[in-house]
Each structure stands twice: as structure tokens, then as C-alpha cells.
């Protein structure tokens, strides 16, 4: 199970709470054209990315899904440099373990003391 880092506001919010690194796999499988078939581990994998298999390799081009991934990650860095100027901070490192900006939305009392931020409106 991955951490749900499903968009770049999700890497954002993971930097803030202290996060080093994110992994984002899911994310990088989709622009890769996976269908999340969840047959990884069997190496038939019905789309050509996880699989040794020359019939099923076939399916993947890889151009296309380098491409893909290239777009998927640059548009995640400029939403993030966006984010971060919305909040008035200019780099990674400056937002790294910075909760200050954080609020939570629909959380309990105890989740919001453990995550170290204020409730939305406060």
C-alpha cells in the first residue's frame, strides 16, 4: 500500500507535514497506461508494463508513456511552484516541515493535535 500521493497538492501537503521524499508510483503507472488490473505480481499484466512477456510488451509503447510521464511530472512541478507562491513560500526546502499554511478540513479534535495544524477557520 502506498501513501495516496494521488495528486501534487497530496506531495504538497506530505512536504509540509515533514516529508523527505513522496512516492507517487500509482500515479506514474497511470501515465504509463495502467488500468490498476492489480496483476502486477503475476507478470501478465493485460497492459504490457509488468510482464516479461513478448505478446504483452507489445502493448506498451514507450514513447508515448515517457511522454505521458514527462507531462504528468511537469505539470505536477508547476502546480507545486504555484501552491508554494500561494502560500508565499519560494522552495522545497522552506516548505519542508512548514504546518503553518496546513488546515484541516473534516477532521477530529485528535487527528488535527497529531498532524500539528489548526482546524480550517482558525
Known sequence: MG???RSASDVVKAVALGADACYVATAALLALGCHLCRTCQTGKCNWGI????????????PDIGTERLINLMTA???EIMELMGGMGINSIEALRGNRLMLRGVSMTEKELEIL????AGE
Not at 509488468?50 to 502493448?59: G, M
Open 3 to 5: 501513501g495516496s500521493i
Open 116 to 119: 500539528g495544524i489548526s482546524h
Open 50 to 61: 509488468a510482464t516479461q512477456r513478448p505478446e504483452l510488451v507489445k502493448r506498451l509503447n
Open 76 to 78: 505536477w512541478k508547476h
